[in-house]
């Protein structure tokens, strides 16, 4: 088959189709249907990507990441502190 008869095909294919979607769509009902349908699949391509996205959000544990707020004085302080109880713990490890 050439390419010719390839794009002949096609158009046909589209034309019946088309014309075929025109009759079925005719009927009000069916249009709803057919409206409702396309709208709940919608509803769930969109809930099925929002889970997900909720998912990464709720296994992260960090609520305040980066640089600490300059008037949360506790928070400050413990970042001031450093990691004194890994130095400690392993100051009692190695001395052991």
Do not use: C, H, W
Not at 47 to 61: C, I, L
Request: aromatic share 6%; glycine share 8%; net charge positive.
């Amino acid at each position: 088959m050439n390419k010719r008869n390839g794009l002949i095909i096609s158009g046909v294919a589209l034309s019946t189709a088309g014309v075929a979607a025109t009759v079925y769509l005719k009927d009000r009902s069916r249009r709803e249907k057919v409206t409702d349908g396309v709208k709940q699949a919608q509803d769930k391509v969109v809930s099925m990507f929002s889970k997900s996205k909720n998912k990464e959000e709720d296994n992260f544990p960090i609520d305040k990441g980066g640089n600490p707020d300059p008037q949360d004085v506790e928070d400050n302080k413990m970042v001031s502190e450093g990691a004194q109880y890994s130095v400690q713990y392993y100051n009692d490890n190695k001395q052991q």
